[in-house]
């Protein structure tokens, strides 16, 4: 399974599958047209309610990242929507707040945090 959760981690098990289908789209995991698990095999696969995958696709698709084809399976959407820069900031602001809370609890500099996520833009950078 590409995907995997982690229910003791604080963020909803939806929102982990979200992440991971929209940063395995950025990484070239996930192709244009690529189809997705089922609802039900994926929760099957992880161990998870149908409902909870459910809600993650139907987020997922209503921010156009993936699209449901009714009795044809679920895609990764041939348009990825493209955002003004406020919506994209809008939506990256959580995930930053995450990485700088968790990077301070860990006592890291401003620097080794910026330094972390520059390795990881860095990484992505190379698999494309």
Do not use: W
């Not at 003791?8 to 789209?25: C, D, L, R």
């Not at 493209?82 to 990485?99: C, M, V």
Request: glycine residues 8%; charged residues 25%.
């Amino acid at each position: 399974m590409l995907f995997h959760v982690n229910p003791s981690s604080g963020v909803p098990i939806y929102a982990q599958i979200e992440t991971q289908v929209k940063n395995a789209i950025a990484a070239g995991a996930l192709k244009l047209d690529q189809p997705l698990p089922s609802v039900r095999k994926l929760a099957a696969g992880l161990g998870i309610n149908p409902t909870t995958a459910a809600r993650a696709y139907q987020n997922l698709e209503r921010d156009g990242v993936i699209a449901t084809i009714p009795g044809g399976g679920t895609y990764v959407a041939e348009n990825v929507p493209r955002f003004l820069k406020s919506e994209k900031l809008r939506r990256l602001q959580p995930y930053a707040r995450q990485i700088a809370v968790e990077g301070a609890q860990l006592c890291l500099t401003d620097e080794e945090i910026l330094k972390a996520v520059r390795d990881e833009l860095h990484s992505l950078g190379e698999r494309k």
